[in-house]
T-cell receptor
């Protein structure tokens, strides 16, 4: 059964700093997704990573996928307060079409 | 395009009552998913469907039933609601292309079971 683990689960950081959120998963997959959720809102798609070595960037966020290590990272560069949100990774199992989520990383950026 | 819509947005039930949540999508997607979100638990997959007339169990299917009679609709039923089913429910449809795929989420339904 696929397990998806994110860490950290909570992160408080200063504006201007860099940090990385990690997403590990337990079975073979080459499709991974990152989402953002603001309080009381639905999920917004950030990145779709579909192959080993995939790297996507949007503004201060960059996501990468290493399928051999079963690891994806979401890197935040020079954080700003507007990036405060909860970030989820989700893994597509390929084999049975399930899409399984991690527990999320609640990011709080202090001005 | 409305995308993915969910009905209702809010609902309060008493223990033992039944209800159906409706998810509708106008993007002609084959795949649809129901998740529940509880504090500290992320999103957990309840049931999903890979096409009209098909359904499959996810991580936490007990106490729920689903139907996909039409491609655009995915219904989630609670036959006898329990307080443990108090949660926010999200529906999603999924575009599965040859070079790109993406999941699109509805706005959510907040359900309270007393």
């Amino acid at each position: 059964e696929l397990k998806v683990e994110q860490n950290p689960l909570f992160l408080s950081m200063q504006e201007g700093k860099n940090y990385t959120i990690y997403c590990n998963y337990s079975t073979t997959s080459d499709r991974l997704y990152w989402y953002r959720q603001d309080p009381g809102k639905s999920l917004e798609s950030l990145f779709v990573l579909l192959s080993n070595g995939a790297v996507k960037q949007e503004g201060r966020l960059m996501a990468s996928l290493d399928t051999k290590a079963r690891l994806s990272t979401l890197h935040i560069t020079a954080a700003v307060h507007d990036l405060s949100a909860t970030y989820f990774c989700a893994v597509d199992t390929n084999r049975d079409d399930k899409i399984i989520f991690g527990k999320g990383t609640r990011l709080h950026i202090l001005p | 395009n409305a995308g993915v819509t969910q009905t209702p947005k809010f609902r309060v039930l008493k223990t033992g009552q039944s209800m159906t949540l409706l998810c509708a999508q106008d993007m002609n997607h084959e795949y649809m998913y129901w998740y529940r979100q509880d504090p500290g638990m992320g999103l957990r997959l309840i049931h999903y469907s890979v096409g009209e007339g098909t359904t499959a169990k996810g991580e936490v299917p007990d106490g729920y039933n689903v139907s996909r009679l039409k491609k655009q609709n995915f219904l989630l039923g609670l036959e006898s609601a329990a307080p443990s089913q108090t949660s926010v429910y999200f529906c999603a449809s999924f575009y599965d292309g040859s070079t790109y795929n993406e999941q699109f989420f509805g706005p959510g339904t907040r359900l309270t079971v007393l």
